[in-house]
Structures are given as structure tokens and as C-alpha cells.
């Protein structure tokens, strides 16, 4: 009996509810508005190491960071001190027997004219040219050790010495 009457009310339920559906058409228009944000990515090249062996002569090495923007973006890289900065030089380090440091300096441009110094004329800048998923620009970072910088009183040990630098891209 108490199923017989849930299912009765289930029923009438159903008839009411559905006599007023109406079968019928709207039409209408709609704008849509899409904005395409500026965006830039970046990655460093060989493996984020500069990496060099030092023998007494000017010695030199590069990477590059890969930087992909989209088309008229503008865009800057920043490169800080390092982690063993001294004045406006950049220091590599390493401690074996006492702390020892290898004097080094970053230039924008191969021929070392462009110095990326610490505390000024540390970025470059750059306009993004993306116009397909593939499209980026390279721009490179060379790290030299150059005699001159060279304290001849200090003996440099044989060893592993790092130094790590923050590279910054704002746009």
C-alpha cells in the first residue's frame, strides 16, 4: 500500500511539473571581448653553468638565456653580484685551506665593451619578437677572468670555485 501511494504521488508530481514546458526558439546576438596578456618566459642555456679553466692567461666563457616574449613586449634582464661580490667585481670562491676567491666579470657582447656590472649598467633590454610558439631570442652572457684583476700576491689552490648570480627578467 505504501508503495502503490509514493509511486501515485511520484506521478502526479511528474504530471504537474511537466504541463507547462513549451517547446520553442530564442534568438539573440552576443559580443565576446578576448584579451591576449603580454607574457615572456626565459631559460638558461648550457645547463645554467658557465664553467672555465683558468691558467694564468684571460680566459672567457658564455651561456645565454633564452627568452621568449610575446610580439612588442619589452622587456629587461637583470643580473646581480653574485653571492661573493667585492666593490664591482664578482667573486668565485672556494675553500680549501682558508677562503680563496677568483676574480671574474660578465659582458653583454663577446668583444667585453659591455660590462653587466653590480651596482649600475647591469640589465639589457629587448623588445619581445614572438609571433609563433617557437619564436625567442638569445641573449648571451660572457664570463671572463682577466689577469689584470689578478692580485699577483695571492696563490690561488687548485679547486672547484662556484660563484651563483641571479639573472632577472621583467617585463
Known sequence: MVKSFIKNIVIMLCLLLCRNAIAGTVNGTTTTTTTIAQYCTATIGSGATLSLAYSGDDSSTS???DIQCSNGTPWVISV?????ALGELRRAYVNSSGDRYVP???YSDVNG???LQITTNNTINGIGVATA???SQKVYLYMKVLHSDINPSVLFGV???TDTITVNLFF
Not at 646581480?80 to 661573493?84: I, S
Open 133 to 135: 610558439a617557437t619564436a
Open 63 to 65: 651561456t645565454y638565456v
Open 104 to 106: 671574474y666579470r660578465l
Open 159 to 161: 679547486g672547484y670555485y
Open 80 to 84: 646581480d653580484g653574485g653571492t661573493h
Open 113 to 115: 665593451s659591455n660590462e
